[in-house]
């Protein structure tokens, strides 16, 4: 049996998963959940990750027994008519969720750090660096995110622990929230967030094994969990669900409330910095999946033709939305499309390498 060793491994593939899943926590996503689910608002990150990640393994499953991408199990699975729509429905979603985090982190810049800047300007200024990366290949994507991971870990631990004198404990009474089944709802209805996990499939021959796939989003995943949960309980500590509701962008205004000295002051300009640059990767690596799955169906030779012609479509969709508001309902609208996605597509697969196995049976 011949085996050939991709050129990414569990580092690059930690990398990949952690900086796509994370960046929705600098956004609007965990003032909505507060709002929805009120005190137990902290526990939405772990369970949308414990339902996410059965389906991880469950497409890991299917994997292992064909060689092959997403799109090469598909068209073995579900002939070449399925794996077309398929790959179609998932190059959709990538390019929505570059489109709405392109939008949503353009503006969080006009308002935290340019606020006389020209809307379009930034907008422009994102999706140029975006392309950039992606003609850098995803494997500079991916050690660019193994390398930043320390900075973005270590930038929120540092917030969470210099905010300990604002804490109060009964900011989280009641515990129960809205009810433990609002909830698990909520979940399932955020699951969505962890569809660029699904990129690892995706680029599945580029990768050593299957466990390497399987152990890059257990910890990639897991970690961007653990520090989205962390985030959410410590802003209601800080803040408490009636106000909290009313922050736009929570771990911005956690950083503010940070206070070293009279010297020392304004910290969050420094992760102002840093969330921007989570962001465009989360842009790229997005971009780079939707091109992926675009292009295999049509046996390209070369993703390069198509990354303007995507990225133009994703800036269109983009300024669609005329003002905030109508960005975060648009947000709200998409969670449960990718939720779709991110639990029929391993099903859908999983349904059918179980009848086809069964008919091989004597």
Not at 29 to 56: G, K
Not at 59 to 78: F, K, N, P
Request: aromatic content about 12%; glycine content about 8%.
């Amino acid at each position: 049996m011949s085996y050939q060793p991709g050129r990414m491994g569990i580092a690059e593939g930690i990398g990949l998963t952690f900086m796509v899943m994370l960046p929705r926590v600098f956004l609007t996503s965990p003032a909505d959940t507060i709002a929805a689910i009120r005190n137990i608002a902290w526990l939405a990150p772990l369970l949308n990750w414990l339902i996410a990640l059965p389906m991880f393994y469950l497409l890991a499953w299917v994997m292992a027994r064909h060689r092959g991408d997403l799109y090469a199990v598909s068209e073995r699975l579900l002939g070449r008519a399925g794996a077309w729509l398929l790959a179609i429905f998932y190059a959709t979603l990538f390019i929505l969720d570059a489109a709405a985090l392109l939008r949503q982190f353009a503006e969080n810049t006009l308002l935290t750090a340019l606020p006389a800047t020209e809307f379009r300007i930034v907008i422009f200024w994102y999706i140029l660096f975006a392309v950039v990366l992606v003609y850098f290949g995803i494997e500079g994507i991916a050690r660019a995110c193994y390398l930043l991971m320390p900075f973005v870990v270590g930038g929120v631990a540092a917030v969470i622990l210099l905010l300990t004198p604002f804490y109060d404990a009964y900011h989280l009474v009641p515990w129960q929230g809205t009810g433990l089944l609002s909830a698990f709802q909520r979940g399932l209805a955020l699951v969505g967030i962890n569809i660029g996990g699904l990129l690892l499939f995706v680029l599945a021959p580029q990768f050593q094994s299957p466990a390497t796939l399987r152990t890059a989003l257990v910890y990639g995943g897991g970690l961007s969990a653990v520090l989205r949960t962390l985030v959410i309980l410590c802003f209601i500590l800080a803040f408490g669900v009636a106000q909290g509701m009313e922050k736009t962008l929570p771990f911005f205004e956690m950083s503010r409330l940070v206070y070293l000295s009279r010297y020392i002051q304004r910290i969050e300009a420094l992760f102002i910095v840093l969330w921007v640059i989570t962001g465009l990767l989360a842009i790229a690596i997005n971009l780079y999946a939707a091109l992926q799955l675009i292009a295999r169906p049509l046996n390209l030779p070369s993703l390069r033709p198509l990354v303007p012609v995507i990225a133009i479509v994703i800036v269109n969709i983009a300024v669609i939305p005329p003002d905030l508001n109508t960005v975060v309902e648009a947000g709200n609208n998409l969670d449960p499309l990718l939720s779709a996605g991110m639990i029929g597509g391993p099903l859908l697969l999983a349904v059918a390498e179980f009848v086809k196995r069964r008919r091989k049976r004597p």
